[in-house]
Nanobody, 124 residues
Framework: QVQLVESGGGSVQAGGSLTLSCVSS????????AGWFRQEPGKEREGVAS???????TYPVTTQGRFTISRDSAKNTVYLHTNSLEPEDTAMYYC??????????????????WGQGTRVTVSS
């Protein structure tokens, strides 16, 4: 049984920072790809960061330079460090995992296990 549990969400003002955590049970974080996605009602889900088994990270233009993904395989935990947050970053943030390979953020249907999400709200 695989379970991903996110935490660390909250409400911050624009320009602030937040660190999200995702603890995996039943699936090794370092085995393949781990990633973070976000979604607001009425909008498509968007990948914001991923990390592969070798530690290589991937970011879309919307988060690159502001978000950093990392992991601690011993703790089976993946983190998302955010800074310079903007109101546009407001969303539910979900962590996900998939098998080793291309950790693409544009094909979210390939990610096989998902957490329930943690809410991030950024106000002006």
């Amino acid at each position: 049984q695989v379970q991903l549990v996110e935490s660390g969400g909250g409400s911050v003002q624009a320009g602030g920072s937040l660190t999200l955590s995702c603890v995996s049970s039943g699936y090794p974080i370092g085995a393949g790809c781990a990633g973070w996605f976000r979604q607001e009602p009425g909008k498509e889900r968007e990948g914001v960061a991923s990390i592969d088994r070798d530690g290589t990270t991937t970011y879309p233009v919307t988060t690159q330079g502001r978000f950093t993904i990392s992991r601690d395989s011993a703790k089976n935990t993946v983190y998302l460090h955010t800074n310079s947050l903007e109101p546009e970053d407001t969303a539910m943030y979900y962590c996900a995992v998939k098998g080793a390979g291309d950790c693409t953020l544009t094909s979210d249907y390939l990610w096989i296990y998902w957490g329930q999400g943690t809410r991030v709200t950024v106000s002006s």
